[in-house]
Each structure stands twice: as C-alpha cells, then as structure tokens.
C-alpha cells in the first residue's frame, strides 16, 4: 500500500492522495458524472504544477484513449484548462484551485439548466390546462402545477444566488441559510 510519505517517484500517490481521489470520485458519481472525472480532477487539484497527459496516465494508471476523453470533458465543463510551458511542445493540464469556481461552473452548467427546463414544462402544462374545460379536477391540477412550479422558481433563485456568489459572500450565505432553519 502506498505510504503517506513521497517517494522518488514524482507521479506516485501517497495514501492521503489516493483517498482524496477516491472521495471526490464517489462525490462525482453521485452527481452523476463518470467517476473518474473526479480522480482526474483530484489528481490535477493535489499537484502544484500542470501535468501533461503521459503524467496523468502514469500517475492514475490509466490509457492514453480514456485520459484523453477524460480531460476533454473536463474542459467542456470549464473545470480544467490546458496550457502550455515554454521549452515544452507538450500540453499540461490544471484545474482552478479555488475550488468553489468549479462546483459553480458545474451547477451553472447543468443544475440550472435542469431546473429551467422543469420550469418551462410546468409553465406548459399549466397553460395548457387552463386552456381545458374547467372542472374541478382541473382547478386542483392547476393549484398543484402551480405550487410545484414556485417550488422550482424558488429553487432556482436560491441557486442562482449561490453560484453567483463569491467565496466569501458563500460564507455569509451559509450563515443566513442555517438562521432561516432555526426558525
């Protein structure tokens, strides 16, 4: 089993490195992602420097095919970048180390987007039936289309606002969030 200590190989994980890649893999795939999304992003997290893909492959034990994909998603997602170091033809790879631009960038991208899209579906399904016959099947349908699309409205607002915030206002927003249970 690797140790806590580094050894001569720079690409090497210690134990702490593996358990933070595991960690953050199962956070990953509970959102819905592939797993090793989160061992990729993990590994480019814990390092000081960029690495370039045959690091990433080395250090992960992964093929060249599936690093490849890996990092294109990543990028897609606005979660890692690519860059270059001068002497080196080579391109390296690095994630944002303020790492609330991450979850942002990833709640941004599709959280919102799944709520805007339930939010539309329920505008649709309301209009449509208050278009309908009235009865009071119908009203009732309406009164719950309705409570479920504030929901999502209100949801969507708090989201909104917190992806919007910067670290240090997410703090405060946290605070208020926990008064608001107490009352």
Same mark, same amino acid.
């Given at each position: 089993?690797? +140790?806590?200590?580094?050894?001569n190989n720079p690409l090497e994980l210690s134990r702490e490195e593996l358990v933070f890649c595991g960690v953050v893999e199962e956070l990953v795939e509970q959102w819905g992602f592939k797993g090793l999304l989160g061992r990729v992003w993990s590994l480019l997290y814990l390092r000081k420097q960029p690495l370039n893909q045959s690091q990433i492959e080395e250090a992960l034990g992964l093929s060249k095919g599936n690093v490849n994909g890996l990092l294109q998603e990543l990028q897609k997602w606005g979660v890692a970048q690519k860059v270059r170091i001068q002497g080196d033809r080579n391109y390296y790879y690095e994630v944002d180390k303020q790492i609330w631009?991450?979850?942002?960038?990833?709640?941004?991208?599709?959280?919102?987007r799944i709520l805007e899209d339930?939010?539309?579906?329920?505008?649709?399904?309301? +209009?449509? #039936?208050?278009?309908?016959?009235?009865?009071?099947?119908i009203t009732h349908q309406i009164e719950r289309t309705q409570h479920v699309n504030e929901a #999502?409205?209100?949801?969507h607002t708090l989201t909104k606002m917190v992806v919007s915030a910067s670290p240090d206002k997410l703090a405060r927003i946290s605070k208020i969030v926990s008064r608001l249970r107490n009352l």
């Open positions: 089993m690797p +140790s806590t200590e580094p050894t631009k991450s979850v942002s960038n990833v709640i941004q991208a599709r959280e919102m339930a939010i539309g579906k329920m505008q649709s399904i309301e +209009s449509t #039936l208050k278009k309908a016959a009235k009865s009071e099947r #999502l409205t209100s949801a």
